[in-house]
């Protein structure tokens, strides 16, 4: 499906779709101690299905961090253009609201933990 699909403000091919896409339009701020680190390393218990995923995991960080750099110029461009009201009918129909989304992940930060007693 992604093959035929150019890149976009929103959308980058991770090595030419082989290995998936970024989807930038749903960038969602998640605050640091609500993300959860895994390990794509291969066990020996693995299904065969976990290995391959496991190893387009692997295939997947190693292609971001080697193009680290332009992957965040592109979330940082798409995110001012939505935000600053600039993004034209198709591309702000595409994307999450930025603003309101960033509101609620604050509002999430500050609200109470609720007693699990």
């Known amino acids: 499906m992604h ?29 640091l101690e609500c993300l959860t680190k895994i390990s794509p390393q291969i066990h020996a218990s693995d299904s065969r299905q976990d290995i391959a995923y496991k190893n387009l995991l ?18 940082d461009k798409l995110y001012r253009i939505v935000t600053q009201g600039k993004a034209w009918g198709s591309l702000s129909r595409r994307c999450c609201d930025f603003s309101l989304d960033e ?15």
Not at 58 to 71: F, G, P, R, T, V
């Open 103 to 117: 509101r609620r992940c604050l509002l999430y930060r500050l609200s109470p933990v609720p007693d699990k007693s």
């Open 58 to 75: 692997s295939n997947q960080l190693s292609w971001c961090n080697s193009h680290k750099d332009a992957i965040l110029k592109q979330a």
């Open 3 to 31: 093959l035929h699909m150019k890149n976009q403000p929103d959308f980058l091919k991770i090595n030419s779709s082989e290995w998936g896409v970024i989807n930038f339009n749903n960038m969602i701020p998640v605050p």
